[in-house]
């Protein structure tokens, strides 16, 4: 029997039509039992044109910040395997399907995708300060943290929901540092994390401000660290994680 999927979209001003599109991809490629489309700060055009493409859309009236909404969206669904993708649609379909596949072929609880994979494909790279922000976060990560990943911020993941029980209990950043948090944790926990070669284009009209958010994320790097070094010195959480 194959393993049920819900996927998560979290959102924050996107383009509403190109989003739809991408839902309507999703749905097609995926047939997931449930897309739900965590969208913050909606406008009435937004609420209308999703409405008609998510098969959940849940609103808030905050901005709660990318971890927050994608941790309320995997809390919230009921499945087997639980997949964000960024709004962007900077990971194409084609490449969620691959985490997808892995995930239900394999026996790892956690896949996520990576730009910095030998056979990723690049379509579009980032201007050069983005890239080479993202380079200097990707060296100074796996300085710091005991977790080695080419890639920590794609924004694509896939995490069984028994796994999620454990790792959700310990991510507590609510913005872009959240995917940091969770490779993090769930490689602290002892879960075997998988990274999946992806085809990938930048999107320039992203919201994601390049300069405060490297800040935000080597800021974090700190506080992440502390947090999985408590759990690695912490038996019984440990070994309650499985």
Same mark, same amino acid.
């Given at each position: ?9 979290? +959102? ?11 839902? !309507? ?6 047939? #997931?039992? !449930? ?7 909606? !406008?009435?055009? /937004? ?17 709660? =910040?990318?971890? +927050? ?5 995997? @809390? ?8 964000? +993708? ?9 490449? *969620?399907?691959? &985490? $997808? ?10 896949? &996520? =995708?990576?730009?910095? /994979? ?22 100074? +990560?796996?300085?710091?943290? #005991? ?19 454990? &790792?959700?209990? /310990?991510?507590?950043?609510?913005? %872009?540092?959240?995917?940091?948090? %969770?490779?993090?944790?769930? @490689?602290? *926990? =002892?879960?075997?994390? $998988? ?8 999107? #320039?009209?992203?919201?994601?401000? #390049?300069?405060?958010?490297? %800040?935000?994320? *080597? ?22 994680? /499985?």
């Amino acid at each position: 029997m194959t393993d049920s999927l819900g996927v998560v979209i979290p +959102a924050y001003d996107p383009d509403p039509l190109a989003l739809s599109r991408y839902l !309507t991809a999703v749905r097609t490629a995926l047939n #997931p039992e !449930t897309v739900r489309v965590e969208l913050d700060q909606p !406008t009435e055009s /937004h609420v209308e044109l999703l409405s008609e493409s998510a098969i959940e859309l849940n609103t808030s009236r905050d901005r709660r =910040g990318k971890g +927050a909404a994608i941790a309320a969206g995997f @809390d919230a669904l009921d499945t087997d395997i639980y997949v964000f +993708a960024d709004a962007d649609g900077s990971v194409p379909v084609s490449s *969620l399907d691959d &985490i $997808v596949r892995e995930m239900r072929a394999g026996e790892s609880e956690v896949c &996520i =995708g990576s730009r910095r /994979h030998s056979s990723s494909e690049i379509l579009a790279h980032q201007a050069v300060v983005r890239r080479f922000l993202g380079v200097l976060f990707a060296v100074a +990560a796996r300085r710091i943290l #005991p977790t080695q990943c080419r890639d920590y911020q794609c924004g694509a993941k896939a995490v069984r929901a028994d796994a999620w029980e454990s &790792i959700g209990q /310990h991510c507590y950043e609510r913005g %872009f540092a959240w995917d940091l948090e %969770f490779v993090s944790v769930a @490689d602290v *926990l =002892g879960y075997d994390i $998988v990274e999946v070669p992806v085809v990938w284009a930048d999107r #320039p009209d992203s919201t994601v401000d #390049p300069i405060p958010t490297s %800040f935000e994320l *080597l800021a974090a790097l700190i506080t992440v660290k502390r947090r999985t070094d408590a759990i690695a010195t912490n038996r019984a959480v440990r070994t309650t994680s /499985h």
